[in-house]
């Protein structure tokens, strides 16, 4: 970046009434401090807010999947963390219909995704606040820079929820980004005989008049695109690991048959799982196994990944990795995706690896000889250039190949320690690439910058495997 060239300082006292009006001409040099629009991520420049961070949402929702109305009421608890006039939420489409600042109507406008919220009286730097929400509406997708449609889909019996990366906002109004991580409290309403399923524990169910409340608790952190309040016709299995986890399978009893063998792996998974990263992360864990060919994807759902059809045994491997790497380690900006995606991947070949099928190394050299001009080798995964380009092969595969090349430099041992400090230091919160790198060269006191500078950055196949 160029620097800003300064005009020589000089001592210039402006008159008052032009004082006055540049104040004027610029809203929100008359408000003062402002939160920002978003938190500075380069590829969805929107997503998030500044100003504050949320410690809790509690969503009361209710949910009719014949009109597809959604009555909403939102309790976001949170603290600024600078003084504030003014802040945003991210809300995409739906209705307000009331807001408040700790129980005072509170002015608001909407612009695009920002909900602009001016509390009567300004926030003091460190003070804690809640927002009371209340909104309705026809809930639908987003449409991402891939074209893919994520948020709240409906299907043709209820909605599946899948949020990433900007769709949380499609059905809450959030700080919508990775960085800001939140318990969540659900009561979801829905008619008798659907079920409704969010993250975390189930703290009870109850009917009355023809309509069922589905309480869930997260408490520990989340992101808000990995929240979820799926919904539809689905056969629930509830049982306890040795281990304590409380696993709730939902399943549409359409995909049931081919779900089952797959689900019944999900224990010895995340036992798995939890001996090679270190322990898993959450109280809860199991799966929602939809019909959704409207999303065609799966998404790791904190605690409870969403399936859009009953899934292979490696997909269940991938979402279950993303438990740690990904949901528990969040990352800090959207083009660092690869350490979700890499790692979620690699872990399908560790574990094809350890129960009887082709070697980490074999699935690397496969890669590795496609030809040059192959989509593979389209971009490097460290940098996908735009958020079109988050879930493309690269991100996944190569992403997966920069960390096998790692593990062949510093061997088997030093490798799973990086693996297992990262998912260790970051638990509950965030990384960087750059904290990547710098953990595995403490870890295994080798330095790795060029072998990651390849793999990560380097355009075009790397000339050596
Ligand atoms: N993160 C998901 C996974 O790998 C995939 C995903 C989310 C996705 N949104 C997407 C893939 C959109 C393609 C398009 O488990
Ligand atoms: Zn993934």
Do not use: C
Not at 172 to 187: L, V
């Amino acid at each position: 970046m160029t620097p800003l060239r300064r005009r020589p300082a000089r001592l210039v006292t402006v008159p008052l009434a032009v004082a006055a009006l540049l104040t004027a001409a610029d809203p929100a040099l008359a408000a003062g401090p402002v939160g920002t629009p978003g938190v500075g991520d380069p590829y969805f420049p929107l997503a998030g807010n500044g100003g504050y961070h949320v410690d809790h949402y509690d969503l009361t929702l209710r949910y009719d999947p014949d009109s597809r109305r959604l009555d909403g009421k939102a309790v976001l608890t949170a603290r600024a963390t600078q003084r504030l006039t003014r802040f945003d939420l991210d809300l995409h489409g739906l209705k307000v219909t009331g807001l408040t600042v700790d129980r005072a109507r509170a002015a608001h406008r909407r612009d695009g995704q920002e909900l602009v919220v001016t509390p009567p009286r300004a926030l003091d730097k460190g003070r804690r606040f809640r927002v009371t929400v209340t909104y309705a509406g026809t809930p639908g997708p987003v449409t991402d820079p891939d074209g893919s449609l994520d948020g709240w889909i409906p299907t043709d019996d209820g909605a599946f929820v899948a949020a990433e990366p900007q769709g949380a906002m499609t059905w809450f109004p959030a700080n919508n980004h990775p960085t800001d991580k939140s318990a969540y409290d659900f009561a979801l309403t829905v008619p008798e005989g659907r079920t409704a399923v969010a993250n975390g524990v189930l703290l009870g169910r109850r009917t009355a008049h023809g309509r069922t409340t589905f309480r869930w608790r997260q408490t520990e952190p989340m992101a808000a695109y990995l929240a979820t309040a799926t919904i539809g016709r689905f056969e629930v299995e509830q049982y306890t690991t040795r281990d304590g986890t409380e696993v709730y399978n939902a399943v549409d009893p359409r995909e049931a048959t081919a779900a089952a063998p797959v689900l019944k792996r999900l224990p010895s998974v995340l036992e798995w799982g939890s001996a090679l990263f270190g322990r898993y992360p959450y109280r809860a864990a199991g799966a929602i196994v939809d019909r959704a060919p409207q999303a065609g994807y799966a998404l790791e759902t904190q605690t409870r990944p969403v399936y859009d059809r009953a899934p292979d045994l490696s997909t269940l491997v991938h979402e279950s990795a993303h438990q740690w790497f990904g949901d528990s380690v969040s990352l800090t900006s959207w083009k660092e995706i690869w350490l979700n995606e890499g790692l979620a991947t690699y872990t399908e070949w560790l574990y094809a690896e350890q129960h009887g099928g082709d070697s980490a190394q074999r699935a690397f050299d496969a890669l590795y000889d496609t030809p040059a001009d192959d989509d593979l080798w389209a971009f490097p995964p460290g940098d996908p250039g735009s958020g079109a380009h988050l879930f493309g092969t690269p991100v996944y595969a190569r992403g997966a190949m920069a960390l096998h090349a790692l593990r062949t430099a510093v061997g088997d041992r030093a490798f799973v320690r990086v693996l297992r400090d990262w998912a260790r230091t970051h638990r509950h919160g965030n990384g960087t690439t750059a904290q990547f790198e710098r953990l595995a060269e403490r870890v295994t006191g080798r330095e790795l910058s060029a072998l990651l500078r390849t793999w990560l950055y380097a355009r075009g196949k790397p000339n050596h495997p």
